[in-house]
Every structure is written in C-alpha cells, then in structure tokens.
C-alpha cells in the first residue's frame, strides 16, 4: 500500500518547538518532491514549505520563514519539519505531500495542492499555553 504518514505532532506551548516526520511506505521518496500543508479550523488548506526531490530548492512562506525548517533524508525515506519559536496561529492539522518529479523536474517544489500525488491523513499541531 502505498502511503505517506505524518507523526510527530502535540500540544506545545507558544515558543516551544516539534519536529514533524513524514515517511513513506510502498514507495521511494527519492523521485518525489515534498510539500508541507496545514489546515486550521474553519480555513482552507494552505503550503507553506517544500522541498525538491534532492534537496536543491527549498521555499517557506513568510508566515514560518524563520521559524521552520524542511529536510529530507531518503536513506531514511523520511521527509521533517523542525518548527521552533512556536505560535497560537500555528495550529492546524499538518499534512506532508509527495508530487512525482520527473527526469528534468529537479526543481519542482511543491507549495499548492496542485499536482500532488500522494496526501497523508495528518498530524494534529495544538499550540496553547
């Protein structure tokens, strides 16, 4: 079965810190370029983070530029979020997504819901204190 699962998520208090891990199963990550995704209540799901397929090109939005962190190690095929100095408006249902990119895509990042080939059911990120 071929599938992407998110762990890592919690409750933290404002200026606290989790890592995110989004592994792949059935798969190899190694063709495929990853996106970050959360989703708050009542809002539409939004990227905010995405690495290419061999690390080359990575993107934050300015709301976590600074803060949150993408890597990728696909011995491991696991992609992380290391977010820090978290905030109240970080809460959401974070979710991974793999797009397949091709021979020539070396630098597909993807950051839209787009062209997504694969989603995880996400992980619940609660920042209150």
């Known amino acids: 079965q071929l599938q992407l699962v998110e762990s890592g998520g919690g409750l933290v208090q404002p200026g606290g810190s989790l890592r995110l891990s989004c592994a792949a199963s059935g798969f190899t990550l190694d063709y495929y370029a990853i996106g970050w995704f959360r989703q708050a209540p009542g809002k539409e799901r939004e990227g905010f983070s995405c690495i290419s397929k061999r690390g080359s090109v990575i993107k934050y939005l300015d709301s976590v530029k600074g803060r949150f962190t993408i890597s990728r190690d696909n011995a491991k095929n696991t992609v992380y979020l290391q977010m820090n100095s978290l905030k109240p408006e970080d809460t959401a249902l974070y979710y991974c997504?793999?797009?397949?990119?091709?021979?020539?895509?070396?630098?597909?990042?993807?950051?839209?819901?787009?062209?997504?080939?694969?989603w995880g059911k996400g992980t619940l990120v609660t920042v209150s204190g």
């Open positions: 997504a793999a797009d397949r990119a091709g021979p020539g895509f070396d630098t597909l990042c993807p950051i839209s819901t787009y062209g997504i080939d694969y």
